[in-house]
């Protein structure tokens, strides 16, 4: 009974809080992307890149520098990891090895942050501030630039042009992200997080032995961590650690951080579009099932099957006692929700459904509420099939928000809709049908088909979370993994800026009486139906092989 009111209670204050900020946040966002006026220290940005910040770009032109910036970044961090033990404050850690840095250097470009290392043993100081933390402010801002250029397609009309995406990176940075983790980082030291240069410090402990413990800048990259739905940690235990995530109010925070802007937005979409209703039904579809979704996992890790579990009242295997199984399936189910892959438990050890809820999470398409500018642009694409799907209901020519949708943006959302699925599926069919990669699992069976698959949803969803039951830091999954990310990542903007591009060129539609009203109650019960049913029910046969056979087994 106390595990439940905490449970309860920590939920109820996180929902009251993110609800008070939803507003402020989400109408500063919007007035961020819509001000005329750059600031002096944007203006010297502008400069040292060569862009006229005046000028605004059609969407292959804003594509275009989208990937350009990203190819240089994950260059640029491919090459810190690779001279590493030849820079200041490495820690006399060696180079990391070609195939791994390359997946890592994938993984924080594309903001999934997934790991196939420990941090506190692998990486140096200036590697993981120069290098990981700053790809977790600019990914995660690419994300938000990439969101809010698809916004201008529906809010403008007979144009080709969607912004600029330096003006839009840029701003992100300086005035979103960076105040908001600075905030976050004063908040994180005062909970207890660590905050230094240290290299590694020699403790006694109690059985008379000497443990190295490490210091390092915690805190700072901690809160641009959760911010920005990055999720790699400072080490390797990720939010599980103490370092990282000190108490129960730290753990608290950590889960506001990483949900505060993707629940924000919808209102920063409203108001851009001219109309907050929209952003508020958004909002509704997310919140509900996420909701739904945090109580099916403390449901299920709180039913305590098998013996042990039984005994002590609840699933608590792979779970910190300072959390419990309340803070623990909030986290888990935000963080899967949300792409950002920090962990304060390891599910792996969840029981058999409490883990396919992690994966159902990213299977839907991590748009509830999604990551940081990701999770936006990718319910909006549902939206709009949501739309026509109702159209084709009542033998109408679909219309959202003033804008037709003709077979050009249906075949755009489509094929959005099939990336990612395709990539999940494909790369762990063939990580099954080799031996090599199939090597690599622990616990061979239906445990082991849920272990890769999860490797893939999460790689392919750009989450960055893991079942820890394999072993992925083989040449395969180093390569097979960074391929993924980077499909999973870059496909989907290119057709997200395409279709911005189309729906901007369009003459809006006056609404008639046939229009279906995107405001209202039916509206979000479509759209959520479209979600689960779209993007969930393609998962399904392999979930049935793997987690949902393992739950009905047991």
Known sequence: M???????????SLVAVLALVHRPLGDYMAAVYSSPRHLRAERAVYRLV???????????????????????????????????????????????????????????????????YSGEAAMGHLTQMAGLAVQNFVSAAVGMAVAVALVRGFARSRTDRLGNFWVDLTRTCLRILLPLALLAAVVLLACGVVQDLHGFTEAHTLAGGTQSIPGGPVASQEAIKELGTNGGGFYNANSAHPFENPSAFSNWFEVLLLLVIPFSLPRTFGRLVGDVRQGYAVLATMGVIWLAAVGAMYAVEAAHHGTVPTAVGASTEGKETRFGVGASSLFAVSTTMTSTGAVNSFHDSFTSLGGGITLVDMQLGEITPGGTGSGLYGILVLAVVAVFLAGLMVGRTPEYLGKKLAPREMKLASLYILVTPATVLVGTAVALAFRTPRSSILNPGAHGLSEVLYAFTSAANNNGSAFAGISVNTHFYNTAL???????????IVLVLALAGSLARQVPVPASSGTLPTHRGLFVVLLGGTIVVVTGLTYLPALSLGPLAEGLHR
Not at 2 to 12: A, D, I, K
Not at 482 to 492: K, Q, S, T, W
């Open 482 to 492: 960074g391929i993924a990310m980077l499909v999973g990542r870059f496909v989907p």
């Open 2 to 12: 106390g595990e439940t009111f905490s449970f309860v209670l920590t939920t109820g």
């Open 50 to 116: 060569g862009v006229d910040a005046d000028t605004e770009q059609r969407w292959p032109v804003y594509l275009r520098a989208v990937l350009a910036f990203s190819a240089v970044s994950v260059l640029a961090l491919y090459a810190l990891q690779r001279v590493q033990d030849r820079l200041p404050l490495s820690l006399g850690f060696a180079p990391i090895a070609p195939d791994q840095a390359f997946d890592t250097a994938a993984s924080f470009v594309t903001n999934t942050n997934w790991q196939s």
